[in-house]
Antibody, heavy 118, light 109 residues
Framework: EVQLVESGGGLVQPGGSLRLSCAAS????????MHWVRQATGKGLEWVSA???????YYSDSVKGRFTISRENAKNSLYLQMNSLRAGDTAVYYC????????????WGQGTMVTVSS | QSALTQPPSVSGSPGQSVTISCTGT?????????VSWYQQPPGTAPKLIIY???NRPSGVPDRFSGSKSGNTASLTISGLQAEDEADYYC?????????FGGGTKLTVL
């Protein structure tokens, strides 16, 4: 079964750091571009970051310079290192697979909650 | 990276059709057909229902269809069913990012 499972969310103080992980299974992880998308409670979806299968990285303006996306193909894992966290970063964070040749997110994880609060 | 514009809400009765619009700029949509739509029932992760403007992934009913004209993409759901009640989001790829619409809540009356 094709699956993505996020972990690493939790409560962190403003200015703190957190590292999210996304474990992939059921497909050749190294062949796919991967993304992080977040959703604040009661709000819409917001694209956060992407990493290509060749390792190229992209970020939204709201997280550029604070968040770092990475992948470890040998472990079928995607990561998001989040530094200098702000209250506005509070959200459910989803990892998503970009379908081959589709420019769309065809597989989503269940999400992990990040709460930034003192 | 401003969001694409969607109506906050739409509604329809079972069996009817509804259309959700998604408006952006030429820089959002470009000359490519890189528009997709997602369905998100309450408390669940989003699900892809349309990609590349009008293509349906396997398993998505043909009641769901997509189109695009100029800088406006549209999702049409025909033969509304109670299970279609959800939030719907459009997205578009630019050269270096992905932009989402603000989301539309579909209520089946």
């Amino acid at each position: 079964e094709v699956q993505l499972v996020e972990s690493g969310g939790g409560l962190v103080q403003p200015g703190g750091s957190l590292r999210l992980s996304c474990a992939a299974s059921g497909f050749t992880f190294s062949s796919y571009d991967m993304h992080w998308v977040r959703q604040a409670t009661g709000k819409g979806l917001e694209w956060v970051s992407a990493i290509g299968n060749a390792g190229d990285k992209y970020y939204s303006d709201s997280v550029k310079g604070r968040f770092t996306i990475s992948r470890e193909n040998a472990k079928n894992s995607l990561y998001l290192q989040m530094n200098s966290l702000r209250a506005g970063d509070t959200a459910v964070y989803y990892c998503a697979r970009e379908g081959s040749g589709t420019d769309a997110f065809d597989i989503w994880g269940q999400g992990t909650m990040v709460t930034v609060s003192s | 990276q401003s969001a694409l514009t969607q109506p906050p809400s739409v509604s329809g009765s079972p069996g009817q059709s509804v259309t959700i619009s998604c408006t952006g700029t030429s820089s959002d949509f470009g000359s490519y057909n890189r528009v997709s739509w997602y369905q998100q029932p309450p408390g669940t992760a989003p699900k892809l229902i349309i990609y590349e403007v009008s293509n349906r992934p396997s398993g998505v009913p043909d009641r769901f269809s997509g189109s695009k004209s100029g800088n406006t993409a549209s999702l049409t759901i025909s033969g509304l069913q109670a299970e279609d009640e959800a939030d719907y989001y459009c997205t578009s790829y630019t050269s270096i990012s992905v932009v989402f619409g603000g989301g539309t809540k579909l209520t089946v009356l």
